[in-house]
C-alpha cells in the first residue's frame, strides 16, 4: 500500500483526490462520514440554516415596505432534516468522487503502529501516511458542562430553543447568534474578553446595531456555571436558556501521540511541506491548528499530496481571506507581513455598495459597510473589511491580488460586471486610483 490518508475532510478528502489524479495507489480511511466537520457538523450546517434567516429576513423587510404581504410558518424540525438529506446526497457525491480516480474508501477507525495502520482487524502498511484527523469542539472545565450544546448538537435538537446563552465571543459564536435570534431565540453571547476581535470596531459596531440588534453581548464575562436551562456567570448574574459553547477546537491527534512531534496544544507539528517530523508522514487541516478554515485545509491536503506524491511544494499562509455567515456577510483580510504606522497607511471607510442583493437595502439604509486600509508608500492594499451581500466574492478576489501583491495601478484596466463586482470598481477605481 504506498498511500495511506486517515480522515476524510476538506484536507484528507482533497489531499487523497489529489494523490489519486497524480496516478498513485490511496487508500482513505473515515471514521464516520465522508467531507468530515464541514459538510456534516459544521460550515455547512451553519451556511444552510443562514440561507434560511436571509430568506426571514427579507421577507420581513419586503412586508415593511408592503409590497408582499405574508406571514411565514417555520419548521425546524423540517428544516434539519431536508439539512440531513442534503448530507446524504454530497457524502455520495463525495464518495463517487474519490472513487473516480480509483482510490480505496474504508469505514472504521484507525490505528497507527509499527509502520502500519489498523483498521477493522486488517493491517495495512503505507510508504506514506497523510493524517487529516480534524479537530472537535473544546468545552472549557466548568460546572455542568455536561448540559451545553455545541456544534455537533445543532441537527439534533427538535425545535428553535426558547432562550440561548452562547458561550465565547468569536465567529462561530456570532454565526450561530445569526441564527437563533432570526429564528426567534432569545439569545445572548457571553464573551471571556472581547467579542468578535477578528474584525474593526466599526464593522463590530455595524454588525452590532445593523445585523444582530437584537442579541444581548456580555464582554469580559466568565460563566461559573451551566444548568439545564440557565447559567451562571462569575458576578453571579443568572441567564435562563440553553448553554452552547462556543470556545474554539481541539486537535484530534491522540492517533499521532508518540508517532510524530507535536505541538504545545496537541496539535501536530509540520513544516511548510506539511511534513511531520517522521519522513513518510504528513498531516494537514485542522489536527495541524492555525487557520481552521475549510479553503485553507483544502489548502495543505493538496499540498501534503504533492509532496507525497514526489512533486515539491509548499504552502504559504498570506492574506486569508474570511467571513462571517450573516444575514449579510461580513468578509475581512489583512496582509499578516505588514504593520502599518498611522503615517503610513491611508484608510477609505464607506458605505457598501447596492451590488447582488443589495438594492432592497437601500430603502432602509443599511446596505452595509466597507473599510480599507491603503499601503501608501507602497500603493498596496493592507486590509479589507467588508460587509454586504457580495462581500465574500469581492473580499476573496481581492485577497488574491493582495497575495499577488499588485500595485493599485495595476487595477486600472479592471472592468466589472455590474452588479456583482461594483463594490472592487467603486472602492479601488473611484475612491483610490
Known amino acids: 500500500m504506498e498511500n495511506i490518508v486517515i480522515g476524510s475532510g476538506p484536507a484528507g478528502r482533497l489531499g487523497s483526490l489529489e494523490l489519486g489524479k497524480l496516478g498513485k495507489d490511496v487508500t ?22 443562514t440561507d434560511i434567516t436571509k430568506f ?10 408592503g409590497f408582499i404581504k405574508s406571514q411565514l410558518d417555520i419548521s425546524y424540525e423540517k428544516i434539519t432534516q431536508k439539512i440531513a438529506e442534503t448530507q446524504v446526497k454530497l457524502r455520495e457525491l463525495n464518495q463517487i468522487e474519490n472513487e ?25 502498511e503505507y510508504g506514506n501516511l497523510l493524517i487529516a484527523t480534524g479537530a472537535r469542539p473544546f468545552i472549557p472545565n466548568v460546572k455542568g458542562s ?13 425545535d428553535v430553543p426558547e432562550s440561548l446563552n452562547i458561550i465565547g465571543g468569536g465567529i462561530i459564536a456570532a454565526e450561530i447568534a445569526n441564527i437563533y435570534s432570526t429564528l426567534g431565540s432569545e439569545v445572548n453571547i457571553l464573551a471571556r474578553s472581547t467579542f468578535l476581535k477578528e474584525i474593526s470596531q466599526n464593522t463590530k459596531r455595524y454588525v452590532l446595531e445593523k445585523i444582530i440588534p437584537d442579541v444581548n453581548i456580555y464582554e469580559n464575562t466568565n460563566v461559573k456555571e451551566v444548568f439545564k436551562d440557565k447559567v451562571l456567570t462569575d458576578s453571579d448574574k443568572e441567564l435562563d436558556g440553553v448553554a452552547f459553547f462556543a470556545t474554539g477546537r481541539v486537535p484530534n491527534s491522540e492517533i499521532a501521540e508518540g508517532l510524530v512531534e ?3 496544544d496537541k496539535s501536530i507539528k509540520v513544516n511548510e511541506m506539511m511534513k511531520t517530523n517522521v519522513e513518510n508522514i504528513y498531516a494537514a487541516g485542522d489536527v495541524t491548528g492555525g487557520y481552521q478554515l475549510t479553503p485553507v485545509a483544502r489548502m495543505e491536503g493538496i499540498t501534503a499530496a504533492r509532496n507525497m506524491a514526489g512533486y515539491s511544494n509548499k504552502v504559504t499562509y498570506e ?18 507581513k505588514v504593520e502599518l504606522s498611522d503615517d503610513e497607511k491611508s484608510q477609505i471607510a464607506i458605505p457598501a455598495i447596492a451590488g447582488p442583493s443589495a438594492f432592497w437595502h437601500i ?9 480599507v486600509d491603503f499601503d501608501k508608500n507602497n500603493n498596496k492594499i493592507n486590509r479589507i473589511n467588508s460587509i454586504s451581500p457580495s462581500s465574500t466574492s469581492d473580499v476573496a478576489y481581492l485577497s488574491y491580488l493582495m497575495r499577488m501583491d499588485y500595485d493599485l495601478d495595476d487595477y486600472g484596466n479592471f472592468l466589472e460586471i ?4 461594483d463594490t472592487t470598481y467603486k472602492i479601488i477605481k473611484n475612491l483610490w486610483l
Not at 146 to 158: A, C, P, Q, R, V
Not at 418 to 421: E, F, G, N
Open 28 to 49: 482513505l480511511i473515515e471514521k464516520k462520514h465522508i467531507a468530515g466537520t464541514c459538510l456534516n457538523e459544521g460550515c455547512m450546517v451553519v451556511c444552510a440554516l
Open 56 to 65: 426571514i429576513d427579507t421577507n420581513r423587510r419586503f412586508n415593511e415596505y
Open 100 to 124: 473516480s480516480v480509483g482510490n480505496n474508501i474504508i469505514y472504521g477507525e484507525a490505528s497507527i503502529e509499527d509502520g502500519t495502520v489498523t483498521v477493522n482487524g486488517e493491517s495495512l
Open 146 to 158: 455536561e448540559y451545553g450544546l455545541t456544534n455537533k448538537d445543532i441537527l439534533k435538537l427538535n
Open 262 to 264: 507535536l505541538n504545545p
Open 319 to 336: 492574506c486569508i481571506p474570511q467571513t462571517l455567515s450573516l444575514n449579510t456577510e461580513v468578509s475581512f483580510v489583512k496582509n499578516e
Open 363 to 371: 430603502l432602509s439604509g443599511d446596505t452595509g459597510y466597507a473599510e
Open 418 to 421: 455590474h452588479p456583482s463586482t
